[in-house]
């Protein structure tokens, strides 16, 4: 079966730091870019950040730019989204998600909510 | 940067056609993928593409795609079919791009 399975996430003070996994199973993982998405309480769908197929390349939101970084381990089948300088906004349910056809969001993972308090 | 605009709510009566709307200058030139995302659940791609249907996706669910605005529709609208519904643009020039989702409630 083809799917994304997040853990990490939690309680954390402003200011600390969070890291969130999303392993990967039922598919080529290496071929695919992968991205992470939010969803902060009440509001809409955000993008956050993206990583190209070999982890050479990322890009990310303007608002987390410089404090969150994205990587991955092909030889893991695993997503990772390590989050520094947390601030109050940053909470929200993280999403990781894999980009198919023309880099649509075609699986995605169940969630993991951050909240920073 | 590129900007996406969607209504805030959409209603449509049960077994009536829903069209969704999502605006961008020059939308028609780039790729346009649709998700449908309800309380407590993952978001579900239900167009790629403009208007291609991933497999499971009901063929009730269609899109369009030209000028500035791009287009869900939903034929026959069930009860099932109320939740957020998010574009999402892919222009390989730009950067990842969502809309601010639309309510779509069925009465």
């Known amino acids: 079966e083809v799917q994304l399975v997040q853990s990490g996430g939690g309680l954390v003070k402003p200011g600390g730091s969070l890291r969130l996994s999303c392993a990967a199973s039922g598919f080529d993982f290496g071929s695919y870019w992968m991205h992470w998405v939010r969803q902060a309480p009440g509001k809409g769908l955000v993008w956050v950040s993206n990583i190209n197929t070999d982890g050479s390349s990322s890009t990310s939101a303007d608002s987390v730019k410089g404090r969150f970084t994205i990587s991955r381990d092909n030889a893991r089948d695993t997503l990772y989204l390590q989050m520094d300088s947390l601030r109050a906004e940053d909470t929200a349910l993280y999403y990781c998600?894999?980009?198919?056809?023309?880099?649509?969001?075609?699986?995605w993972g169940q969630g993991t909510m951050v909240s920073v308090s | 940067s590129y900007e996406l605009t969607q209504p805030l709510s959409v209603s449509v009566a049960l077994g009536q056609t829903a069209r969704i709307t999502c605006g961008g200058n020059n939308i028609g030139d780039k790729r346009v993928h649709w998700y449908q995302h309800k309380p407590g659940q993952a978001p579900v791609l239900v167009i790629y593409g403009d208007d291609n249907r991933p497999s499971g996706i009901p063929d009730r669910f269609s899109g369009s795609n030209s000028g500035n605005t791009a287009t869900l529709t939903i034929s026959r609208a069930q009860a099932g079919d109320e939740a957020d519904y998010y574009c999402h643009v892919w222009d390989y020039r730009l950067p990842v791009v969502l809309g601010g989702g639309t309510r779509l409630t069925v009465l």
């Open positions: 998600t894999r980009g198919g056809a023309y880099d649509a969001f075609d699986i």
